[in-house]
């Protein structure tokens, strides 16, 4: 079984920035995929960025050249640095990770963060 546990989130004013850290009960090599997912209230869950295990990323269209996914595969984390964060970004934050298996691929949830940005 693997843990992926969230930290980071808070309220911060509009312009301003937050890191993200998820730090997984296993190691990080196990896993080809690594990535945040955002819920907004009434909203649906969506990907907010993704790293694969070889360092290749992708973003929402909302948030490129305002967000950066990194992973430290020393400290078995991986981080989202947000900057110039809009009220738009209000949501729980929610890591997930893709683990390569015999029998296929397993998916695992962190248990969500919640960042608020407002004035």
């Known amino acids: 079984q693997v843990q992926l546990v969230e930290s980071g989130g808070g309220l911060v004013q509009p312009g301003g920035s937050l890191r993200l850290s998820c730090t997984s009960s296993?190691?990080?090599?196990?896993?080809?995929?690594m990535a945040w997912y955002r819920q907004a209230p009434g909203a649906l869950r969506e990907l907010v960025a993704a790293?694969?295990?070889?360092?290749?990323?992708n973003y929402a269209d909302s948030v490129k050249g305002r967000f950066t996914i990194s992973r430290d595969n020393a400290k078995n984390t991986v981080y989202l640095q947000m900057n110039s964060l809009k009220p738009e970004d209000t949501a729980v934050y929610y890591c997930?990770?893709?683990?390569?298996?015999?029998?296929?691929?397993?998916?695992?949830w962190g248990q969500g963060t919640q960042v608020t940005v407002s004035s």
């Open positions: 997930n990770a893709d683990l390569l298996v015999v029998s296929g691929i397993e998916n695992y």
């Open positions: 296993r190691n990080m090599f196990s896993f080809y995929r």
């Open positions: 790293i694969t295990s070889g360092g290749s990323t």
